[in-house]
């Protein structure tokens, strides 16, 4: 099956900088991808998703980059504010979503 | 609210009782899926539905777990003789997708029922 992974489990970041958080795949077939956000005692939020005709798609603070080259995705969320901490998943969909083990991001004030 | 609903939220139960969790789904979503999630670890699929039929269980369900989904609306999650290894939150996600989408659509998250077992 499909195998996701983080390159970081934790990351800290000082409050108005800016988070990348990147995420490698197995499966070069793969073609549709999803972050999501998991704040504490709640389930995961969709941020943003991107399909595999695109390199770049932007939504509102976040950006997502797929280099499907080397099988590796990435989010960059711009002027990371407290609001932002929580872990982030990147996960790889076909029929199933499939999960990386997650990246948990503080936010230092 | 029209997100994803699932009770209970917390369950805690001694070794060798049955649990039962209900996921109400967004009403037009045709695709429910359920999810386990252990302490530090991204959410492990566990099966899904297209309407009322199952259509894939992983390896992770056990014959101890079983889920249905009747009348395509409303989905239970049950797990008989619950052991120790089974606390982990479990979670229902859905989606709307036609027959023949490939994947997944965007998976709408409910907030989960934790499951611990003593």
């Known amino acids: 099956g499909e195998s996701v992974g983080l390159h970081l489990p934790t990351l800290s970041v000082q409050e108005g900088d800016n988070s990348i958080i990147n995420c490698a795949y197995s499966?070069?077939?793969?073609?549709?991808f999803i972050w999501y956000k998991q704040e504490s005692g709640k389930g995961p939020q969709f941020i943003i998703d991107i399909r595999s005709n695109m390199d770049k798609r932007q939504g509102q603070r976040v950006t997502v980059l797929l280099n499907k080259t080397v099988k590796h995705l990435s989010l960059q969320i711009a002027a990371t504010q407290p609001g932002d901490s929580a872990v982030y998943f990147c996960?790889?969909?076909?029929?199933?979503?499939?999960f990386g083990a997650g990246t948990t991001v503080t936010v230092r004030a | 609210d029209t997100g994803v609903s699932q009770n209970p939220r917390h369950k805690i139960t001694k070794r060798g009782q049955n649990v039962t969790f209900r996921c109400d789904p967004i009403?037009?979503?045709?695709?429910l899926y359920w999810y386990r999630q252990t302490l530090g670890q991204g959410p492990e699929f566990l099966t899904y539905f297209q309407n009322e039929a199952q259509l894939e269980k992983s390896r992770l369900l056990s014959d101890r777990f079983s889920a249905e989904r009747p009348k395509g609306s409303f989905s239970t999650l049950e797990i008989q003789r619950t052991e120790q290894g089974d606390s982990a939150m479990y979670l229902c996600?859905?989606?709307?997708?036609?027959?023949?989408?490939?994947?997944?659509?965007?998976?709408?998250f409910g907030e989960g029922s934790r499951l611990t077992v003593l």
């Open positions: 009403s037009e979503h045709n695709r």
């Open positions: 996960a790889v969909s076909d029929y199933k979503l499939s």
């Open positions: 996600a859905s989606s709307l997708r036609g027959a023949s989408g490939a994947d997944t659509g965007e998976l709408f």
């Open positions: 499966n070069s077939a793969s073609d549709y």
